[in-house]
């Protein structure tokens, strides 16, 4: 009887095993949903639980990875590989603290291993923001070089909280080992390009155009750029292929018009600052304001007076074109005590304006002026 127990006990584990077996290979085939079958079938082990979790990991079901986990973990609570998943798992569906539990007890007790720290770091900028999560990026790059999502992760940080110098050297450190890494080159291009080192941002920049992958963000910078280093004629280049392969913007038509202004090609200005008028809601007033310096270098002085006005009335609380109303109807017309007045109006509105004194000065010289005129 004892013999017959054992064999039939022994036939049931072969038939649990075999069970197993299949269930595995219709996982490697990608036959999920009878992988899933099989292994709910089979004994039920922490090994199948896991491989459970595994199938809804990658069809994107995390909340049912996540029960799997736990149930292979009750059973086997110290298999690394699998605390390592539900970690991940966790954080994919915004369980931060729970993932960061996780990590932190993964990297407590392997803080050599660079998956560890780096997920570690997600889990920080998660819940503390980015500068939370440099200290383990930079860890996990410390014991892995080559670790790129890592690296990518900590000049992103760096570059969110402005510490531009160390993001630059980051980035060219993972260019020495991956030449061609196309993110390494975009993200040390926005560095320069924020450290106002624009040819420098230029050089990586149209790396990633060439290689065909350039964003809306990043043909704006390459325009910026190259507008910032005086290449007019390409500042207009790309600020068009953003107008015509992205989306149009007012601000692009106005940086338009301001290398056209630089170039000397007026009718051109004008056209690209109308489109940015058409474009621009609700206000304004910086258009206006770009209109008049356009009008102000052609010497129509009208023209300008009458943008100066509309961007006063546009946006009645910006005192530089409130000023350069009042300095522009100085230069145009003849009217004292309207001038006079135009510049105690600016004074009373923006008393702490930095141009108060030069208004101040200018409304006692019109005084005197009016005072010496000719009496009629």
Known sequence: MKKLFLFFTFMVSCQLGAQRQIADSLFASGKYTEAIANYKNADPSAYNSFQIARIYSQLGNNTKAIENYKSGLEIDSLNVTARFEYGKALLATNKKKEALTVFDNLVKEQPGTANYQYYLGKCKESIGGPIAAVPYYQKAISLNPEFTHARTELITSLLVTKDLNAAIIIAQQGLKLSPDNMVLHSLLGQCYYHNQEYKSALKHLKIVDEAGLITEGLIKMLGAASYQERLYKDSI??????????SQSSASYMMIAKNHLKLENYKEAISNMDAAIVLKQPSLNQEYM???AIYYQMEDDKRMLEYLKKAKIEDPNDGVSAYQYCQA????????????NNYKDFVERFPKDPYVDLANARISDLTKERFLQPKK
Request: glycine share 4%; hydrophobic share 35%.
């Open 237 to 246: 280049a790309y600020y068009e292929i953003g107008n015509n392969t992205f």
């Open 290 to 292: 770009q209109m008049a």
């Open 329 to 340: 109807y100085d230069r145009l017309y003849t009217d004292i005590t309207a001038k006079i």
